[in-house]
């Protein structure tokens, strides 16, 4: 799954108000807050971060967007991620992720060779 993200300024944590901080927070630091949740979820079922990286503006595409951090997870199938993506536990800490994004895609890849 490749992840395309851009980051609210700061971030709205108002719903679940239990994950709510005590003093503001950036998009950013939502979103890190919803990685460290997410990541024992992931490799439970197998998956790995491949690539963690900053984004930016585009170099080709309209110029006016960016994205503020690139992820490409790897799955062994499509059912591991919607067993994931439904996985109650998980889903109780998506609430970061909400509060963290201002934009995001997310692209379901599949590796193959060159020809």
Do not use: K, W
């Amino acid at each position: 799954m490749l992840n395309l993200l851009r980051f609210r300024e700061s971030a709205d944590c108002m719903d679940p108000p239990e994950l709510a901080p005590p003093e503001p927070i950036t998009g950013a630091e939502a979103y890190d807050r919803y990685v460290r949740h997410t990541i024992p979820f992931l490799t439970t079922i197998g998956g790995s971060v491949e690539f963690f990286g900053t984004g930016g503006h585009n170099f080709i595409g309209p110029s006016d967007e960016r994205r503020d951090l690139v992820l490409l997870i790897s799955q062994a199938s499509a059912e591991d991620f919607f067993a994931f993506a439904s996985n109650e536990d998980y889903l109780a800490g998506i609430g970061h992720r909400t509060a963290a994004l201002e934009d995001s895609r997310l692209l379901p890849v599949q590796h193959r060779p060159l020809p």
